[in-house]
Each structure stands twice: as C-alpha cells, then as structure tokens.
C-alpha cells in the first residue's frame, strides 16, 4: 500500500534537507502540513509531490520506504564500530546499546525492526529478555538474532524455543550475518 502522509522527519529526507529546514517550510506556509489530534505535523503525499514539482525538486514516484532498524547489542566497543561501518554502509538505521538496561529503553522508544543480541554479555540472560520481548505486545514483531562467542547446538535449541531467529558466533558467522539480516527484514 502507497504511503498516504509523511511525518517531517520522513518529508525532510524526501527531500534531502533536515527536518529543521522542512519545518521552517511548513512555518512559511511553502508546503501544506497538517496536525494531528495529538499535536504532529504530517504532510500529505499530493501536497509533498506538488511542492517538489514546483520547485523542481527531483524525486521518484514510488513508494517512499524508511530506512530499516537495527539494535546492537553489545558491551564490545570494538565489535560495536566494526558492525555500525558495516551497517551503515548498507543503509540501515543503527542503534547501539551496552547493556541491557539501555536496550530495554531503546527497543521501546526506537522500535527497531531486528535486535542483536551479545548472549555473552556479563549480567545478561539474553535468552530471557528475546522471551520477555515475544510476551509483549509492544516488542513482539522485533526479530531478535543473538550473537555468541561460541555457538553450540544447546545454544541454539534455546534460542529457538524462545523465538530468536538466529543465533550467530560473532567471529566465525560474519558473513552468515549480514544474511540474517537481509533475510529477516
């Protein structure tokens, strides 16, 4: 289905201007938004395509698609840059956590559409908190791949019983990975 209205932030990207530009825009009266009960501005698709016709703005007609999100977590700084290079380059949205109390906050506010989990973490049972996520309505469509030093068939027997749709040894499985997570977008 054609995305009907665009949030400003999303209209922005359109665009290829910040948010802060498109809102200045809105404020001129340059191109029409309207408000939502709860306060939001949202910018019809008719009124955003007329406003980059007019002003000679390329843009393509199809479907504008957000970027996908994706949830690291991991106390491993190093192994943190290496895979948010790597992510980025591939033209996702990334998130860094270190712990889990972190990660609870952000799978909450950035509603990432895959978490990946360091099983290994200190302090962390990764395979309670994929469970908690699958108990909640809110956090039951992320899809959780966990990450482990060493990956055995326990491991992933857990894993599967709790609804984790990989579990991946961070050094040998790099390129089964970026493969996962292709796969289960």
């Known amino acids: 289905m054609e995305k009907k209205a665009f949030t400003l932030v999303e209209a922005a990207r359109i665009c290829n ?15 029409k938004a309207h408000r939502t009960a709860g306060g939001h501005h949202r910018i019809v698709r008719d009124d955003l395509e007329e406003f980059l016709r007019r002003n000679g703005i390329p843009y393509s007609d199809t479907e504008y698609v957000p970027k996908k999100k994706i949830l690291v977590v991991d106390s491993d700084q190093y192994f943190r840059k290496t895979l948010y290079k790597v992510l980025n380059t591939m033209n996702y949205d990334v998130v860094f956590a270190e712990d889990a109390f972190e990660a609870g906050e952000l799978v909450t506010t950035f509603k990432p559409d895959i978490m990946m989990l360091d099983l290994d973490m200190p302090g962390v049972n990764g395979f309670k908190i994929a469970g908690r996520m699958r108990d909640n309505p809110i956090t ?41 997570i292709q796969k289960h977008l």
Do not use: P, Y
């Open 140 to 180: 039951r469509g992320t899809k959780v791949i966990c990450l482990m030093e060493n990956v055995d068939e326990k491991a992933r027997q857990q894993s599967r019983e709790v609804g984790i749709e990989a579990c991946l040894a961070k050094l040998e499985d790099k390129g089964n990975m970026f493969i996962e």
């Open 17 to 31: 201007v910040t948010h802060m530009t498109l809102w200045r825009w809105v404020k001129k009266g340059k191109i």
